[in-house]
């Protein structure tokens, strides 16, 4: 589905919302935590993500110092800092804007504790419909020397030891001004729930999710990058592309893929056996590539065009001899970035499954078996 837009609400000027409150005063929208501290919920497995639009109940969810209850009535978004018109608008108010609707892939960094090494593919791919955030910042006016937006959410309190009174992050305002990014409401077309950030969230499609602030109550223009501890003492990593022992803030994905069939352990009858999965990046996948040696020699795989921002399917059809295989998917992107083999939180997935001739089936009856003759795979793979 391409991204909409609406363009029949009439355009306002910051002077005909609501002042800005004074001493935080939007925060009295928070009314508690439930739960608090960390709470995750993981993906299901690669094999399990095999639809274009993903489910909320196999999205994953990370929440860092406790999902954050909001009295809608209560509940203003904040636009202030180094902007000409700084205002406020309640939730009705952010309604009656411009919407657009995105498809975007939604991915987690993981943990910001760990060294940036072990891949997770907490990955999903949904569609986001909410007030550009260009739009807002274009009625707040930015000054010329604004260099960074701060993003602020309701929830508050522990992570890791680390002490918050809010979840803080930043962008800089070049990205800010992508069409892409949003002041969201809507999730999958429907309103976003407490676990997803609601009633309001930033999204960062092309970014890590710790980028999209859940819960969102205030966007400050700022001329540096925030102070919190979600952007100092969390979410940096080693460089691996800069000066030895260089650091970089966790922000733009990195060039991603995973196969989802066949699934890991499963027998397939061959010879033709079928290889598919998502890619993903900031940038469009441009190629995926696929090993059953290896990594000695790789096949190409046909990747379907990208929606707006979304993961992109990849397939590949082989004739194989009986007997086990392990596949390997590598990706690389239009702007030549190439998933490594191994080592990096993106690094290659792979999965391992076993090519039986059609005679040998009828002695296996305790193992999952999957079937990849080309009858009976979609016509349209997106479909």
């Not at 910042?137 to 000054?143: D, Q």
């Not at 962008?171 to 429907?190: D, H, M, Q, T, W």
């Not at 890619?279 to 441009?286: K, M, T, Y």
């Not at 239009?334 to 002695?363: M, T, W, Y």
Request: proline content about 8%; some cysteine; charged content about 20%.
């Amino acid at each position: 589905m391409a991204a909409s837009t609406s363009t029949t609400v009439p355009t306002l000027l910051a002077k005909d919302y609501l002042p800005v409150p004074i001493n935080d005063e939007e925060r009295a929208a928070f009314v508690a935590l439930e739960p608090a501290g960390f709470t995750i919920r993981h993906p299901p497995a690669p094999h399990d993500l095999d639809t274009f639009i993903t489910p909320d109940d196999k999205l994953f969810q990370t929440i860092h110092i406790g999902a954050a209850v909001v009295d809608p009535s209560k509940w203003h978004l904040v636009i202030t800092g180094l902007v000409e018109h700084p205002f406020a608008l309640n939730l009705e108010q952010l309604r009656t804007m411009p919407r657009h609707t995105i498809t975007a892939f939604h991915e987690c960094y993981g943990s910001p504790l760990k060294p940036a090494t072990e891949a997770l593919w907490r990955i999903g791919n949904v569609q986001w419909t909410g007030v550009p955030l260009a739009y807002l910042l274009g009625l707040a006016s930015p000054l010329t020397n604004a260099s960074h937006i701060w993003s602020e959410g309701l929830d508050r309190g522990s992570f890791a030891g680390v002490n918050a009174d809010r979840y803080q992050k930043d962008l800089p305002i070049a990205k800010a001004f992508s069409s892409e990014v949003l002041v969201a409401y809507e999730i999958n077309g429907r309103p976003l729930g407490k676990e997803r950030g609601g009633p309001v969230r930033l999204v960062v499609p092309g970014w890590f999710g710790t980028n999209s602030t859940k819960w969102l109550s205030k966007l400050t223009v700022q001329d540096c990058r925030a102070m919190g501890p979600f952007t100092t003492v969390l979410y940096n990593e080693v460089d691996p592309e800069g000066p030895e022992g260089s650091m970089r803030p966790v922000w733009q994905v990195e060039i991603n893929s995973m196969i989802t069939r066949p699934g890991t352990g499963v027998i397939v009858e061959g010879p033709e056996v079928l290889i598919e999965g998502w890619g993903w990046d900031a940038e469009p996948v441009e190629c995926v590539d696929v090993s059953v040696d290896g990594g000695e020699t790789w096949e190409a795989a046909r990747v379907e065009p990208r929606v707006d921002m979304s993961w992109q399917r990849f397939l590949l059809r082989l004739n194989l001899q009986p007997r086990r295989y392990t596949a390997i998917a590598r990706a690389t992107s239009a702007d030549g970035k190439v998933q490594p083999f191994k080592g990096r939180r993106n690094h290659c997935h792979s999965v391992s499954f076993e090519i039986v001739p059609l005679d040998d089936l009828s002695s296996i009856c305790t193992k999952r078996i999957t079937s990849c003759k080309p009858d009976l795979l979609s016509a349209d793979p997106i479909a």
